[in-house]
């Protein structure tokens, strides 16, 4: 089944500690990103992927890290979370740029304390 | 910025009926618009793709326009069932070389039987 997979699917942690949220996909997609989802302001890029070890900031990249050494994977760094980091996290994939149709994960609920 | 905005948080429409959600944006020369359901606790499910040389585009029961004048895109959902009932996201991007795509906040849409 062709499908985008994260985990976890829940995260309680506190400020400071490092956290990484997996993200792969089973398609083949070269495209990949990651947004963030709050009440009242929609879902916002934090970063994409056009490829493997080709990465660059979307609209709110601050305090986030990510790496592309796989085709399949996308994982979202945090070194330091924040409480304004708490949020609803969403990977997408798609076969090439976000024009294309984009394939959402499941979301990932974070919560800093 | 780029303002997007949805016509209402919530709608709500008799079975049978045609539900008509809005997406209006300024400050934007969007290449083309994408339309999203999102049921609650999942992540978003790609609808359809319009571009900016396109009015009209449909899907079985789902018509979206895009109006390059108006600044503005309707999303029709036509014979509607209760199981249309979900969250309807638009989102914009354009043909910069960016691959940022920018979303609405969502219209909440309830198909009463």
């Known amino acids: 089944e062709a499908q985008v997979t994260q985990n976890p699917r829940y995260l309680i942690t506190v400020t400071g500690k490092k956290l990484t949220v997996t993200c792969s996909q089973n398609?083949?997609?070269?495209?990949m990103s990651w947004y963030r989802q709050d009440p009242g302001l929609g879902l916002r890029q934090i970063y994409y992927?056009?490829?493997?070890?080709?990465?660059d900031k979307g609209d709110v990249p601050e305090g986030y890290k990510v790496s592309r050494k796989e085709k399949r994977n996308f994982p979202l760094i945090l070194e330091s979370p924040s409480p304004n980091q708490t949020s609803l996290y969403f990977c997408?994939?798609?076969?090439?740029?976000?024009?294309?149709?984009?394939?959402f994960g499941p979301g990932t609920r974070l919560l800093v304390l | 910025s780029q303002k997007i905005e949805q016509n209402s948080e919530a709608l709500n429409i008799q079975e049978g009926k045609t539900a008509t959600l809005t997406c209006n944006y300024t400050?934007?020369?969007?290449?083309?618009l994408q339309w999203y359901r999102q049921d609650p606790g999942r992540g978003p499910v790609f609808l359809l793709l319009i571009r900016e040389n396109e009015k009209e585009k449909r899907k079985e029961r789902l018509k979206v326009t895009f109006d390059t004048t108006l600044k503005q895109s309707l999303f029709h959902i036509t014979a509607s069932q209760p199981a249309d009932s979900a969250t309807y996201l638009c989102a914009l991007g354009d043909q910069t070389g960016a691959n940022n795509l920018f979303f609405g906040t969502g219209t909440r849409l309830t198909v009463i039987p």
């Open positions: 997408a994939s798609g076969l090439n740029r976000v024009q294309e149709t984009q394939y």
């Open positions: 398609m083949n997609h070269e495209y």
């Open positions: 400050n934007y020369s969007p290449a083309y």
């Open positions: 992927s056009m490829n493997v070890e080709v990465t």
